[in-house]
């Protein structure tokens, strides 16, 4: 069974701070990881994605792909109480062929 | 730009009715397609998944069916719903099946009573 493990939290930090969303997954052979952001009641937005080793910026949000622990995480720097929502972890390529596997995501309150 | 279209937003329905679902694509074609399922509080569960008219994979053994029957429509039925189907269903589309990200429609909220 190909997992996607995340913390569900919630992970709390202050307005201005650096939360660090994490991410495991268990097919070594997966190519492809994005991160999503999910508002309550809404669909998953796409945030971020990364497909080789090391560091991958975008604004405020910065992914890191460590492929030989099999860990995948998402930063994000100021945080504002507008990031506050569930980010969801998702793996594909090898990962249960040629789907892509869901985590169950990360809640992240951003308090003002 | 790419668009993705799914309705209705909210469904509520009686144990034992039928259930159809629409999700269409707009600016780009031959998308992949696939249904999800997420219940409260829970990660999404692949239902089914389409890389062309009429090719259907099946993940799950429900009692729901999907159906392709043109290029950028998506069709999520059931003869009989169960209790067990109540949850936040979406479609999304992705340019190709492997390595691409999805992208997601609003989702349509269905309570079975």
Partial sequence: ?112 | SQTIHQWPATLVQPVGSPLSLECTVEGTSNPNLYWYRQAAGRGLQLLFYSVGIGQISSEVPQNLSASRPQDRQFILSSKKLLLSDSGFYLCAWSRTLFNQPQHFGDGTRLSIL
Avoid at chain 1, 21 to 44: A, E, H, I, V
Avoid at chain 1, 54 to 60: I, P
Avoid at chain 1, 86 to 100: P, R, S
Wanted: glycine fraction near 10%; aromatic fraction near 12%; proline fraction near 4%.
């Fill in chain 1, 1 to 112: 069974q190909k997992e996607v493990e995340q913390n569900s939290g919630p992970l709390s930090v202050p307005e201005g701070a650096i939360a660090s969303l994490n991410c495991t997954y268990s097919d070594r052979g997966s190519q492809s990881f994005f991160w999503y952001r999910q508002y309550s009641g809404k669909s998953p937005e796409l945030i971020m994605f990364i497909y080789s080793n090391g560091d991958k910026e975008d604004g405020r949000f910065t992914a890191q792909l460590n492929k030989a622990s099999q860990y995948v995480s998402l930063l994000i720097r100021d945080s504002q109480p507008s990031d506050s929502a569930t980010y969801l972890c998702a793996v594909t390529g090898d990962t249960g062929g040629f789907k892509t596997i869901f985590g169950a995501g990360t809640r992240l309150f951003v308090k003002a």
